[in-house]
Nanobody
Framework: VQLVESGGGLVQAGGSLKLSCAMS????????MGWYRQAPGKERELVAA????????HYVDSVKGRFTLSRDNAKNTMYLQMNSLKPEDTAVYFC??????????????WGQGTQVTVSS
């Protein structure tokens, strides 16, 4: 599985950005897909994720009501719409996919990351 993010950039507080994650390769048996972020000096954190089983979407509390994860299965692309951005949203955002094989082996894939900078 290959993941390529795009859409990051510099935006003023209150603005919006839409990140895209183009997925290719073996996309069977995907258990979960989502977005993580890592700010300087901080650990990587899960921002939003959707599970393939129930289709439920999880958001970290700090982005609830502002960020929306979506996907276009026909285009094999996942999106993260980010509205009302705050300076504390500044981070490198990573696309993530968890795939479980028929033998129940887990494989986790990461994109290269895209920088999001929110100025105050």
């Amino acid at each position: 599985v290959q993941l390529v993010e795009s859409g990051g950039g510099l935006v003023q507080a209150g603005g919006s950005l839409k990140l895209s994650c183009a997925m290719s390769g073996s996309l069977l048996n995907i258990n979960r897909m989502g977005w993580y972020r890592q700010a300087p000096g901080k650990e990587r954190e899960l921002v939003a994720a959707i599970t393939s089983g129930g289709g439920s979407t999880h958001y970290v509390d700090s982005v609830k009501g502002r960020f929306t994860l979506s996907r276009d299965n026909a285009k094999n692309t996942m999106y993260l719409q980010m509205n009302s951005l705050k300076p504390e949203d500044t981070a490198v955002y990573f696309c993530n996919v968890l795939r479980v094989s028929w033998s129940l082996t887990e494989y986790e894939y990461w994109g290269q990351g895209t920088q999001v900078t929110v100025s105050s």
